[in-house]
């Protein structure tokens, strides 16, 4: 039946079988323009990268390695402390965010610890993966969603604690024009007091919103999504945590500093804000390369190599020292919760760590795969070299040095796998990392990096319990966005080692140069192959990104399948024969549930099928194996008896319509009412048109006839054959059941599948095709025919299948969906008869009961919503043709 799709107890149509030109014309343009759309915005990120890189190249030009090395090992120890300060300062003031919001929005939910937790550690993750708006707000969206918070509060979270950066964010400049707006970078040539105006205007306004913020309880409104704002105390908290957190951040990189570089700390922490805000635009791990382009750029740092040391300190101490904090506190908390028998706050505070879990695992494997490129552009150090010369020919290390190279790009990709929580992933990261190890020991004696990766290999597998996803999804595929990270983290590298090797003049012999200290050449050879990678795992994005279609194999029916749809009180439970769906059975064959994937969603159809116990073990089972799968849990098309059981596994439901069943101990074709169908009875006589019912055995001689019937009828519909909710015309299937068929001088004009249920509880049939232009009253009668030969076979119920969107409330109290289902119901004739269909079926005098799509919520709804219309239609567009 399908989100919206031909149901086969649907009327001839009496209007246009096509959208209208113009608006088929639109929706195509739309289209095109959408195909890309989830491209773009990773491609502006690169070309972000690609421009930050060329202005570092500029810019430092006139700077050696060496000599920022040198500066690096001249940092004193009491400005690393300092730094160190500074930093624990602004993830102090980072975790208030979470519990300022928390307390504003969902007041007494999460203990004040947790949502600092919440904050801190996934402020930790976010800044070492890059693209913060998206995985901080993923992770806080799993955490408080596992404490009962619904979507829109957790979205209003959210965005109460941006609200707090963005507004430290607007202060920080407006308080540098009003400081020094002489010296203030890109605005230097305007006249002051220009600066000083604009400064006066921007605190003024936020003065003004806190006076606004005082007088009463306020929300702001967007569209239809109201957010709550802080009272004016909350707010004032929110803005003072926000300054706290960027000057404190701003102050970690300016005591790193050498003296006298930066005049002025309020002209500095606005190129900051302006260098963060192009970091998080570029979509590089840490804004990686932007971030420090802009810095280096805007403060004039450039042939400065105690500046460069700064900005590569600042990295360490500010992105991978909180990242490793938080690894460690998640490491002890788990081995402290498999010893101690825990409180209600210890449990609570489990279920805020456990999401941490892959992000961490993710950021630790991406960082070894940094360490292994950094290492691969580096030089060698020389001692070590000779040392290995004497145990190891000079082929082994070229060879290692490519196979490092080859591991950190690596680890780069597979780090996305752990992020899902995918148990392949957590092998391939082991082994990789374990590997890359091993090829820095062989390359060059780089104790420091291998010590490094079988530290991280520790960490992986102290978490190994929360990898245990297996995806049936094919090959894997990174997303656009990630392969942004990844793409931008390899040119960030690649920059480095041109960087460290512009003394070295460049010659097609640098390719084939093997000796023990040809540092350049190996860094040659790595990048290509690095390359090489990227282009690989692009291409395999770009072919592979929806997976791979199952195999025939996978689709065989089990052998106690047949038996158990022959036992079945419902009669659509035959779709389980269809050789379209795989099965998840009862250990004891006592059940089973029919189901599909479809993008990032495993679909069943209908309930599952067996008695109530087996229903809900079957149920349970299914949901297990989707999460495990790593794929959301998807019901669709059941009724509202089980809603209970899928509303106990935190799943929603939205009703897609109703299903007509009409009651055949009631039904004739008397009265009033029935006067159509006694005509199209009649006139179907008059015309020559015969019913008859061919039994299963005889069905595939006539075969050839239907499937002549049934191409004729796709082409006046202008349609294609449904999937998975609706049977096919698919000659195996076709022949297990009886066929009705309308003839006209002896051939075949019209049929229909028939469908029986155990015990004669229910009929219905499938596909019903006819000849065009043969008679207007044809498909009256075949149901006329069909209904009363029903009742004389002695069955219970007629099932006319399901009349899509009909019954949803359009009240402005429902639902979104319910909102808008009611609204297409209503406004969308010119793509779909909803209420002529209804109105078809409503003759009869059916019985109408709801159905239903079981689904996640939040923002998985709208992915499973395009995964089902995709896995019926073909295409998530293709509902809308006739």
Do not use: C
């Given at each position: 039946m399908g989100l919206i799709d031909d149901n086969p107890a649907s009327p001839p149509s009496?209007?246009?079988?096509?959208?209208?030109?113009?608006?088929?014309?639109?929706?195509?343009?739309?289209?095109?323009?959408?195909?890309?759309?989830?491209?773009?915005?990773?491609?502006?990120?690169?070309?972000?990268?690609?421009?930050?890189?060329?202005?570092?190249?500029?810019?430092?030009?006139?700077?050696?390695?060496?000599?920022?090395?040198?500066?690096?090992?001249?940092?004193?120890?009491?400005?690393?402390?300092?730094?160190?300060?500074?930093?624990?300062?602004?993830?102090?003031?980072?975790?208030?965010?979470?519990?300022?919001?928390?307390?504003?929005?969902?007041?007494?939910?999460?203990?004040?610890?947790?949502s600092a937790i919440a904050g801190a550690a996934g402020y930790a993750i976010s800044n070492a993966l890059g693209f913060s708006l998206l995985t901080g707000g993923a992770l806080r969206y799993r955490i408080y969603a596992a404490e009962g918070i619904s979507l829109v509060d957790i979205g209003r979270i959210v965005g109460t604690s941006w609200f707090a950066i963005w507004f430290a964010f607007i202060i920080m400049i407006g308080a540098a024009m009003l400081i020094d707006p002489a010296d203030v970078p890109w605005l230097s040539a305007l006249d002051p007091r220009i600066d000083l105006f604009a400064g006066v205007i921007i605190l003024g306004g936020i003065g003004w919103l806190i006076y606004w913020l005082s007088k009463g309880d306020r929300s702001l409104q967007v569209g239809q999504f109201t957010v709550k704002l802080p009272t004016s105390r909350g707010a004032l908290i929110q803005i003072a945590a926000g300054l706290v957190d960027v000057t404190a951040a701003a102050a970690t990189l300016y005591m790193l500093m050498p003296e006298g570089v930066v005049q002025s700390f309020a002209v500095f922490a606005l190129v900051y804000v302006i260098a963060v805000i192009l970091g998080v635009v570029s979509h590089a791990p840490g804004g990686l390369g932007a971030f420090e382009a802009t810095m280096i750029a805007g403060l004039g740092l450039g042939g400065k190599p105690e500046a460069i040391a700064a900005l590569i300190v600042y990295r360490l101490i500010y992105t991978v020292l909180p990242l490793l904090v938080a690894v460690s506190g998640v490491l002890a908390w788990e081995a402290f919760r498999r010893r101690e028998k825990l409180t209600a706050q210890a449990r609570l505070a489990t279920r805020v760590v456990e999401p941490l879990i892959p992000g961490l695992a993710a950021s630790v494997t991406f960082l070894g795969g940094i360490v292994l490129l950094i290492s691969g552009v580096t030089p060698g150090v020389r001692y070590r070299l000779d040392i290995l010369s004497d145990i190891l020919p000079l082929i082994f290390v070229e060879m290692s040095h490519l196979a490092a190279s080859f591991v950190g790009v690596a680890l780069l990709v597979v780090a996305r796998g752990l992020a899902k929580r995918l148990a392949r992933a957590w092998v391939a990261a082991m082994i990789l990392l374990l590997a890359g190890a091993v090829f820095s020991l062989a390359k060059g004696l780089d104790w420091e990096e291998a010590s490094i990766l079988c530290v991280f290999a520790g960490v992986l597998w102290a978490f190994r319990r929360s990898f245990y996803r297996r995806p049936i999804v094919g090959p894997f595929v990174l997303t656009w966005n990630w392969l942004a990270s990844v793409g931008t983290t390899v040119l960030v590298s690649t920059w480095l080692g041109f960087f460290i090797y512009r003394h070295v003049e460049y010659s097609d012999n640098l390719w084939w140069d093997f000796a023990w200290n040809a540092n350049a050449p190996r860094f040659l050879r790595a990048t290509v192959l690095v390359l090489a990678v990227i282009l690989v795992v692009s291409l395999n994005t770009a072919i592979n990104g929806r997976g791979m279609k199952r195999s025939k194999k996978d689709l065989a029916i089990p052998d106690a399948v047949p038996a158990l749809v022959a036992a079945s009180p419902h009669a659509e439970t035959a779709l389980a024969l269809l050789g379209d769906k795989q099965f998840l059975m009862d250990p004891d064959n006592r059940g089973f549930i029919m189901y599909a994937q479809s993008g990032g969603s495993l679909i069943a159809l209908g309930e599952p099928v067996g008695d109530r116990k087996v229903m809900e073990e079957l149920a349970w089972s299914f949901h297990a194996l989707a999460d495990k799968l790593a794929a959301r849990t998807v019901f669709y098309g059941v009724g509202p008896h089980s809603l209970p059981l899928f509303l106990d596994m935190g799943l929603i439901a939205l009703k897609l319509g109703e299903v007509a069943r009409v009651d055949l101990r009631?039904?004739?074709?008397?009265?009033?009412?029935?006067?159509?169908?006694?005509?199209?009875?009649?006139?179907?006589?008059?015309d020559g048109l015969i019913f008859e019912i061919i039994p299963a055995a005889d069905?595939?001689?006539?075969?050839?006839?239907?499937?002549?019937?049934?191409?004729?009828?796709?082409?006046?519909?202008?349609?294609?054959?449904?999937?998975?909710?609706?049977?096919?015309?698919?000659?195996?299937?076709?022949?297990?059941?009886?066929?009705?068929?309308?003839?006209?001088?002896?051939?075949?004009?019209?049929?229909?599948?028939?469908?029986?249920?155990?015990?004669?509880?229910?009929?219905?049939?499938?596909?019903?095709?006819?000849?065009?232009?043969?008679?207007?009253?044809?498909?009256?009668?075949?149901?006329?025919?069909?209904?009363?030969?029903?009742?004389?076979?002695?069955?219970?119920w007629f099932n006319l299948g399901a009349a899509p969107l009909s019954g949803l409330s359009g009240s402005p109290l429902a639902s979104r969906w319910n909102r808008f289902g009611s609204f297409l119901y209503k406004r969308g004739a010119d793509f779909y008869h909803f209420d002529g269909l209804k109105a078809f079926k409503e003759k009869f005098d059916p019985v109408w009961s709801p159905h239903y799509l079981i689904c996640p919520g939040g923002l998985d709804t709208p992915r499973t919503l395009v995964d089902v219309t995709t896995l019926i239609n073909g295409s998530p567009l293709e509902f809308i043709r006739k």
């Open positions: 009496q209007a246009s079988d096509r959208p209208n030109e113009d608006s088929s014309r639109s929706r195509g343009l739309l289209h095109r323009l959408k195909k890309y759309q989830h491209i773009a915005f990773p491609i502006a990120g690169i070309v972000i990268a690609l421009l930050a890189l060329f202005v570092l190249e500029d810019l430092l030009r006139h700077t050696s390695w060496a000599k920022t090395v040198a500066a690096i090992e001249n940092i004193p120890l009491r400005t690393l402390g300092l730094a160190l300060f500074f930093t624990a300062l602004s993830y102090a003031a980072v975790a208030l965010y979470d519990v300022v919001a928390v307390d504003t929005i969902a007041p007494g939910r999460i203990p004040h610890r947790i009631e039904f004739s074709l008397d009265g009033p009412q029935r006067q159509p169908f006694r005509y199209a009875d009649r006139r179907a006589d008059k069905v595939p001689p006539v075969l050839p006839q239907l499937k002549k019937i049934s191409d004729a009828w796709l082409a006046h519909k202008s349609g294609s054959e449904k999937r998975f909710s609706l049977g096919f015309f698919n000659p195996e299937f076709l022949s297990r059941y009886d066929v009705a068929v309308m003839k006209k001088d002896g051939d075949i004009v019209a049929f229909a599948n028939v469908w029986r249920s155990a015990d004669k509880n229910e009929i219905t049939v499938d596909l019903m095709r006819y000849m065009p232009n043969v008679s207007k009253i044809m498909m009256d009668a075949l149901f006329a025919k069909l209904l009363m030969y029903s009742k004389a076979e002695g069955y219970r």
